[in-house]
């Protein structure tokens, strides 16, 4: 069963994989990039697909043990790189976001490392807690206040949809390992009461909000599109 289940789980990202790159294929053919190459945004998203499949294979090879081992470490240090990204001189601003940390030709964004850190800590904190997992205080209350530090830092960026992401999997991973689910559902409904106060408190963020639900204020395609 276990088995299946990785099949189906490749087979479904592989599709995902497949329907972005037909629509960066289209996209690239109407919206050619500054030097007129149709194929620049396919071919820059090839690249970042196979180091992406790289890195997936080599955690792949690792033993779930040893992430889980050192999974205070990897968080820490995704929390510092995010952190890095906001400091003048390392990070790279681009639009008012300081997501990115420049290295030569590229540019990385910690908060995609930090969602990866937090899926492990949060599996990591399971296990080392066991059965106390089932007490609000170990199962809920310490493993969120540990997350106060890195979600503040990527609201800060910011960086709304990481921070969210960074909240939710850990919610679902301690529901999964046991966390008693009355206290959750309120964490989770102060969690996005906050959020979309943030969301409102940003004219972008709100702007963002208002197309996607008023799609006929732009018939010329917006959000959605047209067609």
């Known amino acids: ?9 490749v087979a479904c990202v592989a599709g995902l994989i ?4 037909i629509m960066l294929a289209s996209v690239g053919a109407f919206s050619p990039d500054n030097r007129g190459q149709t194929l620049f945004f396919l071919q820059r998203q090839g690249l970042w697909l196979a180091v992406g499949a790289g890195i997936c294979v080599g955690l792949s090879r690792c033993d779930a043990k040893t992430l889980l081992h050192y999974a205070g470490w990897i968080f820490g240090i995704a929390t510092v790189l995010v952190a890095f990204s ?12 300081a997501r990115w940390i420049p290295l030569g030709p590229f540019a990385v964004q910690p908060g995609e ?3 990866l850190a937090t899926v ?14 089932k007490n609000a205080w170990y199962g ?6 540990i997350l106060l530090v890195p979600v503040c830092l990527l609201v800060k960026q910011p960086d709304l949809g990481s921070a969210a992401f960074v909240l939710a999997a850990t919610a679902v991973v301690l529901f999964v390992g046991g ?16 959020v979309g106060l943030i969301a409102v408190s940003m004219p972008e963020r709100l702007d ?19 067609g």
Not at 179 to 194: D, K, N
């Open 120 to 133: 492990i800590l949060a599996a990591g904190w399971v296990k080392w807690q066991g059965p106390r997992m």
């Open 140 to 145: 809920l209350v310490l493993p969120f206040l």
């Open 86 to 97: 906001l400091i003048p001189g390392l990070g790279k601003s681009v639009k008012g976001s």
């Open 208 to 226: 963002r909000l208002v197309s996607f639900m008023n799609p006929e204020a732009h018939r010329q395609g917006g959000a959605l599109g047209r």
């Open 18 to 21: 497949g329907l972005g790159l």
């Open 179 to 194: 966390a008693p689910i009355l206290p959750l559902v309120v964490l989770g409904c102060v969690g996005v009461a906050g």
């Open 1 to 9: 069963m276990g088995r299946n289940s990785a099949h189906i789980l």
């Open 113 to 115: 490392i930090l969602k």
